[in-house]
């Protein structure tokens, strides 16, 4: 690959691939500048540091997965649309797993990008949850749950936690379960 042809967006995703395939920790900027036939430093020209790429990488995640959660909620509302949402982003973060651990990285950096990643998507849930007769506060509470059952049971997977012989998929599937009908019994209250 010629220099010409090297870009921001190439970058990432080459990054993202990587991270991937042998593990976010395990990401450098001469493995990656080996995988685009380049010499590091011409890397310098599209990121600042393997810190920034990392960043980039966090935010790039959240974009991603912001997209499969848009797209697994379209034409259905309510329980059936959290449902789809929940499997959206634990199918991608079990299948991404160096991206998900960069994810991971958002409290680390807190930028107005980084703000930005995630709102469609947390604006979505929050609309998404104001459709049930639940309350605005117990909403934010709600989101809070669902976003560390999700990253939390995410986690475990991809760290291969879980060593009981029962099925994951049916594991999370009842855990998911179990907090839609912890929801739906705060309906009328608030």
């Given at each position: 690959?010629?220099k010409n ?13 990587l991270?991937d395939?042998?593990?976010?920790d395990n990401?450098?900027?001469?493995m ?9 430093p ?6 600042s540091?393997l810190?920034?790429?990392k960043?980039k990488?966090?935010?790039y995640g959240w974009?991603q ?12 509302s309510g329980?059936d ?7 959206a982003?634990?199918q991608?973060a079990?299948n ?6 960069a ?9 107005e ?10 604006d ?5 949850l104001?459709?049930l ?7 934010q509470?709600?989101?809070k749950t ?6 939390g049971?995410?986690l475990l997977?991809?760290?291969?936690s879980f ?9 999370f599937e009842?855990?998911?379960?179990i907090m839609?009908q912890g929801?739906?019994t ?5």
């Amino acid at each position: 690959m010629s220099k010409n042809n090297i870009n921001h967006e190439l970058i990432i995703e080459t990054s993202a691939a990587l991270a991937d395939k042998v593990g976010f920790d395990n990401l450098s900027l001469k493995m990656i500048a080996e995988n685009l036939n380049i010499k590091s430093p011409s890397l310098y020209n599209h990121i600042s540091s393997l810190e920034d790429l990392k960043e980039k990488l966090m935010i790039y995640g959240w974009k991603q997965v912001e997209e499969k959660i848009l797209d697994s909620a379209i034409g259905i509302s309510g329980y059936d649309a959290i449902k789809n949402m929940c499997y959206a982003f634990y199918q991608y973060a079990t299948n991404h797993q160096g991206v998900f651990t960069a994810m991971l990285w958002y409290s680390k950096y807190e930028s107005e990008e980084a703000k930005l990643a995630t709102k469609r998507l947390f604006d979505l849930l929050f609309k998404v949850l104001s459709s049930l007769d639940i309350g605005e506060e117990n909403i934010q509470h709600i989101i809070k749950t669902l976003r560390s059952f999700l990253e939390g049971f995410s986690l475990l997977v991809n760290n291969h936690s879980f060593g009981n012989p029962i099925s994951i998929q049916e594991s999370f599937e009842l855990s998911l379960e179990i907090m839609i009908q912890g929801i739906k019994t705060l309906e009328g209250v608030k």
